[in-house]
């Protein structure tokens, strides 16, 4: 298991080294050049120049790729040019707020997908079966996005049950510890800010939940249905097992591994929808800072945001696979 | 069950095509004729889906918006499949230090969750409609190349193609009539499997106020509008999404129904 452990640890290596030079060389052919592309058409040369100067852009290819790439690995992306604060720091504040968001999408997905992906495996042809399939069909077909606003319309604007937009609402304050608002409520043992984080976090949290829940119980369907068409849970049944043992002991069991791949690849997706969850519903999270960093031409932030990202989605697919390795012990590469 | 929901399916494609089509005689009002005297209403018999903040009509709207998202679908997956056939099959009939090469540059790309990519592409060339077609179809790339390069892997050890090779037959020769004829079953499965995620990605982008600007009757860049409207006009931002869902679950139907009917 630890060599095993080792080598996908290494070969990310390149991976990350790969995505970073990528993201550098990308934003240095930006049309123009960079300081063009922030000071605009008709700026002078003279201020062209300066911010060149500014920004180290006027060094050679070769040594700003050096420069970038130190910064990377220790985690100095510079200074943003909207915020004037350390883009480490801007990073680190909007970060929890989407793995929070992601975290509990996941838990949505996987608490109601594997049920109904196993309870319409167990009742395959019935009605349940059929309406779970249409809704899988609507679930993958569905913008994020549009999920989110429709949620805002019917949750927020007519039933009035949950807020608008934002993590907390103004005024509701919560000690900084890990800088998710509904863990940091429950650590400071604060129910009414707790509830006020929890509010605020469900309506993104179902919206970004849509997706993955679809394909896990898509997943699991198909998984299970195979699974209870082996000989073993055949043998479980005749040997007088009740229908509910059978299912959940035997056939989910195994059906459950390649539910763990999916559930790997799914993080991807989740990390692109919660960009888009994130603007809806007004969050400060990643998605929410990388879009106004593009917006206002905010290179270093983009840079820095595209690092950490890439550096956590690489990472998040490395836990993936060796859990996967863990569930299934025939998984050895 | 399947070939019938690919049916339904191709029949939903039909509409949507037919609609682009003939979007100038199927609309009742021009999409950017502006009436401001009328702006934010509701459905009604004059407007049946109502009109948005420049009382434009919002079924002209997604009329003419068919045309173009099915372009952005269909060209973005275009262009990728192009890029995407040509990498794979040189990687997997050829292989060699530029395969190699070029296979880990498709690793490197999905690395990227791919909205990031897509927005990193943005933060280089600038918003705009075609740039943001031009970034979905980044992204989609590794997808084909993947595929591609699996499909000819396998096929270049079928004993035709060594009989081919041994008759002395080029590399472009067998990859044209050999490898490039037998693949195209799972190629055009995936491109229409692809066109629906491109058309949500794209409207993505639309909807961040990237991809398509205003006044062009993009679905995700109504949508977009529509958000600042939705507590009080909210068919503003509901008929674009539902069209964006529609036409998505007609490219998946269909493109299921096809994967079944080739037995892929």
Redesign the interface.
């Known amino acids: 298991m630890g060599r095993f452990l080792l080598r996908r640890a290494l070969l990310a290596v390149?991976?990350?080294w790969?995505?970073a030079t990528?993201?550098f060389l990308?934003?240095h052919?930006?049309?123009g050049g960079i300081a063009q592309?922030i000071l605009g058409q008709h700026a002078s040369a003279a201020a062209i120049a300066q911010i060149r100067h500014q920004l180290g852009l006027d060094q050679p290819l070769y040594v700003q790729y050096a420069r970038f790439l130190m910064s990377a690995a220790t985690g100095h992306y510079g200074i943003s040019f909207r915020t004037h604060d350390s883009v480490a720091t801007d990073i680190g504040q909007a970060l929890p707020y989407t793995i929070q968001l992601s975290c509990a999408a996941l838990l949505l997905a996987l608490v109601l997908g594997i049920p109904s992906g196993a309870v319409a495996a167990a009742r395959e042809g019935s009605l349940v079966d059929t309406a779970l399939s249409s809704g899988v069909?609507?679930g993958?077909?569905?913008?994020?996005?549009?999920t989110g606003?429709?949620l805002?319309?019917a949750g927020a604007?007519k039933l009035g049950w949950f807020p608008?937009s934002g993590a907390l609402t103004p005024g509701v304050i919560v000690p900084h510890v890990t800088g998710m608002p509904v863990v940091d409520a429950a650590l400071a043992g604060d129910p009414a800010a707790l509830g006020d984080a929890v509010v605020h976090l469900a309506l993104p949290a179902i919206a970004l939940s849509l997706y993955p829940l679809a394909f896990i119980a898509q997943m699991t369907r198909a998984a299970l249905v195979e699974a209870l068409g082996e000989d073993y849970v055949r043998t479980a049944r005749a040997k007088g097992l009740s229908a509910r043992v059978t299912v959940l002991h035997h056939g989910l069991r195994a059906a459950l591994i390649p539910v763990v791949a999916v559930v790997g690849l799914q993080l991807?997706?989740l990390?692109?929808?919660a960009?888009?969850t994130e603007?809806?519903f007004a969050i400060p999270g990643i998605g929410w800072l990388?879009?106004n960093?593009?917006?206002f031409?905010d290179?270093p932030v983009?840079e820095g945001?595209?690092v950490v990202?890439?550096a956590l989605?690489?990472l998040v697919n490395l836990l993936a696979d060796v859990t996967y390795a863990v569930v299934d012990p025939r998984v050895r590469y | 069950m399947r070939r019938s929901a690919g049916v339904l399916g191709a029949a939903i494609l039909a509409t949507l095509v037919l609609t682009a089509a003939f979007a100038g005689q199927l609309a009742p009002y021009h999409p950017l004729a502006q009436d401001l005297a009328h702006a934010l209403e509701p459905p009604s018999n004059t407007h049946w889906l109502g009109t948005d903040e420049f009382g434009r009509d919002i079924l002209s709207r997604i009329i003419a918006g068919t045309r173009i998202e099915l372009l952005i679908g269909v060209g973005t997956v275009a262009m990728a499949l192009v890029a995407g056939v040509a990498v794979g099959l040189y990687t997997g009939y050829y292989g060699g230090v530029v395969g190699e090469g070029l296979m880990?540059?498709m690793?490197?790309?999905l690395?990227?969750?791919?909205?990031?990519l897509a927005?990193?592409?943005?933060?280089?060339?600038?918003?705009g409609l075609l740039r943001a077609m031009a970034a979905v179809s980044i992204l989609t790339i590794p997808q084909f190349a993947r595929l591609v390069q699996g499909l000819a892997l396998t096929l270049r050890e079928r004993q035709y193609v060594e009989a081919s090779r041994a008759a002395g037959a080029s590399g472009s020769y067998i990859v044209r009539r050999h490898l490039l004829v037998n693949m195209w079953g799972p190629i055009i499965v995936q491109a229409t499997l692809n066109v629906?995620a491109s058309i949500?990605a794209a409207?993505?982008l639309g909807?961040?106020?990237?991809g398509a600007q205003p006044p062009t009757p993009e679905w995700?860049a109504m949508?977009s509008t529509?958000?600042d409207y939705?507590?009080t006009s909210?068919w503003v931002?509901?008929f674009p999404?539902l069209a964006?869902?529609v036409t998505?679950?007609g490219f998946?139907?269909f493109g299921d129904g096809l994967r079944a009917a080739i037995g892929g």
Request: hydrophobic residues 65%; charged residues 5%; aromatic residues 8%.
């Open positions: 390149p991976i990350l790969g995505a990528l993201a990308g934003l052919i930006v049309p592309a069909l609507v993958v077909s569905m913008p994020v996005f549009w606003l429709l805002i319309i604007a608008i991807g997706g990390l692109s929808g960009i888009l603007t809806v990388t879009v960093a593009i917006l031409r290179y983009v945001v595209v990202t890439v989605f690489v | 880990r540059l690793d490197i790309l690395a990227f969750p791919y909205l990031l927005l990193m592409v943005i933060a280089i060339l600038g918003p629906g949500i409207a993505g909807f961040l106020g990237l995700g949508l529509g958000r939705m507590l909210s931002a509901t999404g964006i869902l998505v679950i998946n139907l």
